[in-house]
Each structure stands twice: as structure tokens, then as C-alpha cells.
């Protein structure tokens, strides 16, 4: 899977043997059997190594808008792409994307979101040109990077920063260093470098780590690094493929606060690829789903995740609002009413003030003595999403006209069963 053009650079300080094509897109191999020298690889980035709804307000049917159709200022647009990596040596042929047309708007952060194998990294190869569609056309900053070769594309790629999962830092550079790298690439003038690395570490927040080697930092602190190298030679636009999975919970905000800095102050252009959810809630504006290859859905944050069509979107949400019940309630449920009883019914609540809403106008129209047996209610794209298990007095007639009620107002909502 992984393809590499291996570069022998010596040790020392210059000349730097490193292939133009290594611009955007080198990271250190194992040294091992290649000796002492370090070795850089291009590895065609193949890092497989790894809605606001509130009662008696109607809803409109929200198609999955493209950005594209509505954003003409496109810094990335996908026009009718679809990559297959040819059969080879027995081994069959992979249709990795298909059919995918989206734009990213000039100073957005877009999510693109799917499952291992989705096509994500295909994607993400495709705009900075490690890889050519099969078919189809990848617009950056109104260039067909798709249609560049040589040393046009070498320079295209100068304005696209990448970082990864695994940092691919350069173990035998310090942090100034592994910086600078690519401005020497570049052909920079030492003088110049020296001061873009010191800006540049003051940027990402490790002044104090000019010296360090990677071994001698954290994984937030390396990730540091990545994207401060990412940017030394000011790119209009930074891939970033899985950056923070490698991370914990907290050095993953902090990570992606420092990316929303870095698109609110530079006016960098972020796509962001990930399997995580709380990624794409955090930081995305914009995004796009996808599965097996294909787009499911794509568009505004709030849109796609508060009217989510897809069962691979449905399943994203999920995660970050969950549809389990508390243990305790959920050992309770059973089949039939029983005297007495309450009936369980859940209800998806989308929009600010929605699950307060909801609850209050069932009580007060329905004459219902309505209890809350859970919620859990999340912000994504600036509006609320969750759902409610409700409690509801009775038995089958009492379900019927709840969800008559709630139906009559758009709002999702299903029997799970009764508790005593
Ligand atoms: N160079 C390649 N040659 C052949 N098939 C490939 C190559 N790169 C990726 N694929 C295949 O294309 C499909 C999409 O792979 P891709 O790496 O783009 O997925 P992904 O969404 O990034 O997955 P993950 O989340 O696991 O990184 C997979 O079936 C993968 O095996
Ligand atoms: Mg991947």
C-alpha cells in the first residue's frame, strides 16, 4: 500500500540531497538497514500505516446542499472525481472514491468524516497531488492540481501544508530544524529561516522547544512542530489527515484550538480529515461524510448533524448524543403496559430550546404528567441536538397520542416500551 521513493540524505548540515518531489510530503523512515545516514521517504501520503426546530415552527426538507452550489469562492473543489488504484500482481483492483463532487470555501474548516476505508486519505492525496484522479478534476485556489506535473505541481504544493497522525518529524533534527526543513527545500536564506522558525514556534506555543528533538517531546508538542513546519512556507491551504488521533482528550482540544486560531488569524483554509466525531464538532464548519467511496452528505455543520439522513451520518451523531439509555432504565423496559405504569418514549430533540419546549407543551396541551427518565442534549454548529426519554402515564392510547402530538410537529420520536 505504501508507495516510496527513498532519498538517502546525509548527515550534516547541507548539501540536502532531497528530491523536489519530497516538497510537501517527506517524513523519516527507519534508518536501519539503510545505515546511518537519514533517510527521508515519500510515501504518497499513504498513511494507512495506518436542524433550529422549535414547536409549531415546520420543517423544511433540508437536501444536502454542496457547497460548491452555493459557495463560488472555492479554495478546494472535487469536480466528478473518482480514484481507482489499478490491479497489480494478482491483487484486484480498488475503487477508493467515486462520483465525488464538493467544494471547501476559501477560509473554511471543513470536516470530512467516515469510517477506516472510507477514502479519506485518498481524498485528502488527491488535493495536494500525491495522487491523480481516475476521472475528474481537483480545483485548488482555481489551479487543476490534478493537471500539474513537475516542477509546477512541486511549486502548487508549496502552498498546501499537510500534517499526520504520527507527526513525521525528522528524529535527528531538533524542533527548529525539522521547521526549517522546508524552507531550505525552499531555497530560503539562512538568515530568512532563522526568523520565520523563531516566529513560527511562538505561533504554535513551543518557543522553549527550539532545541528539543522529537524524542524529547510530548505528542502534543510534536504535533506542534508538524503544523508549525506545515505552515513555514505559508500555504493557503493545510491538510490535516487524522492529526490529533494519536492524542489525548485534552491535547486534542488544545490541538484544535490552535488549528482555529491558525484559520481565524492566517485565514488558512483547513480540510480536516477524521473519524471522530468531537473533531468535527469542535472545529468544523462545513462537512462532508463519507462512505465506501462515496459522498452521503456534505454541507453545514448544523444542517448535516441536526437533520442527519444518512444511517452513516445517524451513526456519527450517536456518538456524541448517544442512544443508549441509563443501565438502570433500560432494565426496567418491558413489552406490555402495566396498571399504573408509565409508557417510555423517546424524542429527538433539534434546536435551541426544543427539549424544554417539548416537554412543557405535551404537559400543558396534552394534560400529560410528563417525567424525564433521560437526556442528553450536545451543541454541534451552534445548535442543540439530543434526544429525551420521556415518561408518559398509561398505556397504548397514552403512546398513540404522544406520538400523534409529537408527529404533528415534526419531531422524531419512538416507543421503546413501559416500566411499572
Ligand atoms: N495505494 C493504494 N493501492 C491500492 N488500494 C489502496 C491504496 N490506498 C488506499 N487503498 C484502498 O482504498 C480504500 C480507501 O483507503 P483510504 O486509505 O483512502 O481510506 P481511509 O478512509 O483513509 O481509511 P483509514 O481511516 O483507515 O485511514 C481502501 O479500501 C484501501 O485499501
Ligand atoms: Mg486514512
Not at 328 to 355: D, N, T
Request: proline letters at 5%; glycine letters at 10%; a neutral charge.
Amino acid at each position: 500500500m505504501v508507495r516510496a521513493a527513498v532519498q538517502r540524505v546525509p548527515s550534516g548540515p547541507s548539501p540536502l540531497f532531497i528530491s523536489p518531489s519530497l516538497d510537501a510530503t517527506w517524513f523519516p523512515c527507519a534508518a536501519g538497514a539503510h545505515g546511518d545516514s537519514e533517510l527521508l521517504c515519500m510515501k504518497a501520503a499513504s498513511m494507512n500505516a495506518h436542524q433550529s426546530l422549535a414547536i409549531g415552527q415546520p420543517i423544511e426538507t433540508l437536501e444536502a446542499v454542496s457547497p460548491a452550489a452555493t459557495e463560488p469562492d472555492a479554495m478546494v473543489r472535487f469536480e466528478g472525481i473518482s480514484k481507482t488504484y489499478p490491479a497489480y500482481r494478482g491483487k484486484p483492483g480498488v475503487n477508493a472514491l467515486e462520483n465525488i463532487d464538493f467544494a471547501s470555501p476559501r477560509g473554511s474548516i471543513t470536516g470530512v468524516i467516515g469510517r477506516s476505508g472510507a477514502g479519506k486519505s485518498s481524498l485528502v492525496r488527491l488535493i495536494n497531488g500525491l495522487e491523480k484522479p481516475t476521472t475528474g478534476r481537483v480545483i485548488v485556489d482555481n489551479r487543476d492540481i490534478s493537471a500539474l506535473a513537475g516542477r509546477e505541481l512541486r511549486l502548487a504544493q508549496r502552498s498546501i501544508g499537510m500534517i499526520f497522525q504520527h507527526f513525521n518529524l525528522l528524529s535527528s533534527r531538533t524542533s527548529a530544524d525539522n521547521i526549517a526543513l522546508p524552507l531550505e527545500i525552499a531555497g530560503w536564506a539562512k538568515a530568512d529561516i532563522k526568523a520565520r522558525v523563531t516566529e513560527l514556534l511562538a505561533l504554535v506555543g513551543i518557543a522553549d522547544k527550539h532545541d528539543r528533538y522529537p524524542s524529547e517531546l510530548s505528542g502534543g508538542q510534536k504535533q506542534r512542530v508538524g503544523i508549525a513546519r506545515a505552515l513555514a512556507t505559508r500555504p493557503d491551504v493545510l491538510l490535516s489527515d487524522e492529526a490529533t488521533s494519536a492524542l489525548d482528550p485534552q491535547t486534542t482540544r488544545a490541538i484544535l484550538d490552535l488549528l482555529a486560531n491558525i484559520n481565524r488569524e492566517l485565514g488558512v483554509t483547513i480540510v480536516l480529515i477524521t473519524h471522530e466525531m468531537s473533531v468535527v464538532r469542535q472545529l468544523a464548519k462545513e462537512v462532508v461524510v463519507l462512505d465506501a467511496g462515496h459522498v452521503v452528505e456534505s454541507g453545514h455543520v448544523a444542517d448535516i448533524f441536526t437533520h442527519p439522513k444518512h444511517p452513516i451520518t445517524q451513526s456519527f451523531l450517536a456518538e456524541v448524543i448517544g442512544d443508549s439509555l441509563p443501565v438502570s432504565l433500560a432494565s426496567r423496559i418491558v413489552s406490555e403496559p402495566s396498571a399504573g405504569g408509565q409508557a417510555v418514549i423517546r424524542v429527538q430533540v433539534r434546536g435551541a430550546g426544543a427539549g424544554d419546549t417539548v416537554v412543557a407543551r405535551l404537559a400543558r396541551e396534552l394534560g400529560l404528567d410528563v417525567s424525564l427518565l433521560s437526556a442528553r442534549i450536545d451543541e454541534i454548529g451552534g445548535q442543540h441536538v439530543g434526544s429525551l426519554t420521556l415518561g408518559i402515564p398509561g398505556g397504548e392510547d397514552a403512546v398513540t397520542r404522544t406520538l400523534a402530538w409529537l408527529s404533528q410537529y415534526q419531531f422524531s420520536a419512538e416507543s421503546l416500551g413501559y416500566v411499572a
